[in-house]
C-alpha cells in the first residue's frame, strides 16, 4: 500500500482544513486508519482513527469536538476535517493503516505510514 496525504497548508487561527489520506496498489477498505502529527522538536502523537467500515472512531483528547474524521471505501480515501485550528495544531500530519479493522491509536498497530502533509495554522 501507497499512502499519500494531502490537503495541508497554512491557515489562521480558527480556520479550518481538510486533509486526505489516498491509498494505491492495494485497498484498506478491511483495517482502521489513523491520522497522526508531530510537531517540531516533539514526538509524534495520535490525533483520529476510524474503524474498518466507518462506523466508529476514536480521537485524542486534543482533536475532540474540533476535528471530524470519515472514509469512503469506495475511494480509498480517509479524510480529516479540522476545525477551530490552534497554533498548537501546527505539525506535519501522516495518516496510516492499521493492523486491525478496530479504529485504535497506537502506533505500533499500523503497518503502513504515509508521507506526511505540513499544516501550519498561525496567531
Known amino acids: 500500500v501507497q499512502l499519500q496525504a494531502y490537503g495541508g497548508g497554512l491557515v489562521q487561527a480558527g480556520g479550518s482544513l481538510t486533509l486526505s489520506c489516498a491509498a494505491s496498489r492495494r485497498t484498506f477498505s478491511n483495517n482502521a486508519v489513523a491520522w497522526f502529527r508531530q510537531a517540531p522538536g516533539k514526538e509524534r502523537e495520535f490525533v483520529a482513527s476510524?474503524?474498518?467500515?466507518?462506523?466508529?472512531?476514536y480521537f485524542a483528547d486534543s482533536a475532540k469536538d474540533r476535528f471530524t474524521i470519515s472514509r469512503d471505501n469506495a475511494k480509498n480515501t480517509v479524510y480529516l476535517q479540522m476545525n477551530s485550528l490552534k497554533p498548537e495544531d501546527t505539525a506535519v500530519y501522516y495518516c496510516?493503516?492499521?493492523?486491525?479493522?478496530?479504529?485504535?491509536?497506537?502506533?505500533?498497530?499500523?503497518?503502513?505510514w504515509g508521507k506526511g502533509t505540513q499544516v501550519t495554522v498561525s496567531s
Open positions: 496510516a493503516v492499521s493492523k486491525s479493522p478496530v479504529a485504535g491509536g497506537s502506533p505500533d498497530s499500523m503497518i503502513y
Open positions: 476510524i474503524n474498518w467500515r466507518g462506523s466508529s472512531t
